[in-house]
Antibody
Framework: DVKLVESGGGLVQPGGSLRLSCAAS????????MHWVRQAPGKGLVWVSR????????GYADSVKGRFTISRDNAKNTLFLQMNSLRPEDTAVYYC??????WGQGTLVTVSS | DFVMTQTPLSLSVTPGQPASISCKSS???????????LFWFLQKPGQSPQLLIH???SRFSGVPDRFSGSGSATDFTLKISRVEAEDVGVYYC?????????FGQGTMLEIK
């Protein structure tokens, strides 16, 4: 059964940091490009970042460039998103996604003082 | 950025009737490898998004054949041949050819 399970969300103050993880199972993780997508409360889907199969190529939305870093550990079948200098406008549910397949259930990040 | 424009933004459809959603890109989505990385997703109420269509017209595993995708270059369409109650939710197109990847605004489908 193909599964993606995010973790690491929570409440953080503006300027703080969080590291999201996404544990993959049921498929050969190292064969797939992976993405992070976020959704603010009551809003649409917004693409955040993507990484290629071996981690050598990454891409970011302008709104997070320089603050967020995507990475992966293929030996541990895990995708990461390091989020620094967090802002209130980063508040959202963050989804890990194999866009040509399965999405995770999401993890909520709330940036507030 | 490459803008994806969906129309309409909302649809109200009688069960058994067809529905169609358009997605237009500001630039061609034909990739240098000859593929067009255009996806359609459905987000049902309270759920994560789920993949319906990849590469313009390929249905994902388990997706009913009443869903179909078509188009090329900058103009794409998702069609539902006969809407069912379980099809309610928000439909999104997404391009993954150009960075940053971009989603359409979403189209909310409700049942009459």
């Amino acid at each position: 059964d193909v599964k993606l399970v995010e973790s690491g969300g929570g409440l953080v103050q503006p300027g703080g940091s969080l590291r999201l993880s996404c544990a993959a199972s049921g498929f050969t993780f190292s064969n797939y490009w992976m993405h992070w997508v976020r959704q603010a409360p009551g809003k649409g889907l917004v693409w955040v970042s993507r990484i290629n199969t071996d981690g050598s190529s990454t891409g970011y939305a302008d709104s997070v460039k320089g603050r967020f870093t995507i990475s992966r550990d293929n030996a541990k079948n895990t995708l990461f998103l390091q989020m620094n200098s967090l802002r209130p406008e980063d508040t959202a549910v963050y989804y890990c996604a194999r866009v040509n397949g399965t999405w995770g259930q999401g993890t909520l990040v709330t940036v507030s003082s | 950025d490459f803008v994806m424009t969906q129309t309409p933004l909302s649809l109200s459809v009688t069960p058994g009737q067809p529905a169609s959603i358009s997605c237009k890109s500001s630039q061609s989505l034909l990739n240098s490898d000859g593929k067009t990385y255009l996806f359609w997703f459905l987000q049902k109420p309270g759920q994560s998004p789920q993949l319906l269509i990849h590469d313009v017209s390929s249905r994902f595993s388990g997706v009913p054949d009443r869903f179909s995708g078509s188009g090329s270059a900058t103009d794409f369409t998702l069609k539902i041949s006969r809407v069912e109650a379980e099809d309610v939710g928000v439909y999104y197109c997404m391009q993954a050819v150009h960075l940053p990847c971009t989603f359409g605004q979403g189209t909310m489908l409700e049942i009459k």
